[in-house]
């Protein structure tokens, strides 16, 4: 599968943003999706993760109530609607996908997932 994330931008402290992730192939309900992201000299980050069916998932504590994951399988569209923006989620954010058999399943450590988008840059200022 190929990811292609969108959305990132320029938002001041408190303003929001949605990033989208499009995926090619028709099997895009047979995999987990993450989202990850990276700040400028620092490792990269689990941020959120939805199951296969869209009815699990699961958030780092940092974005926990401010961010929101959710997927539309019809689309091959995963999404991050990102509110409360503050500079410290300043970061490249990644899309990833892995294949699993659980519908349930929720991945959340980044070395798991098998496909990777090329990252959309969020910037947030204060």
Do not use: H
Request: net charge positive.
């Amino acid at each position: 599968v190929q990811l292609q994330a969108s959305g990132g931008g320029l938002v001041q402290a408190g303003g929001s943003l949605r990033l989208s992730c499009a995926a090619s192939g028709r099997t895009f309900s047979s995999y987990v999706m993450g989202w990850f992201r990276q700040a400028a000299g620092k490792e990269r980050e689990f941020v959120a993760t939805v199951s296969r069916s869209g009815a699990n998932s699961y958030y780092a504590d940092s974005v926990k109530g401010r961010f929101t994951i959710s997927r539309d399988n019809a689309e091959n569209l995963v999404y991050l609607q990102m509110n409360s923006l503050k500079p410290e989620d300043t970061a490249v954010y990644y899309c990833a996908a892995d294949s699993v058999a659980s519908m349930v399943a929720v991945q959340t450590v980044a070395r798991t997932y098998k496909y990777w988008g090329q990252g959309t840059q969020v910037t947030v200022s204060s």
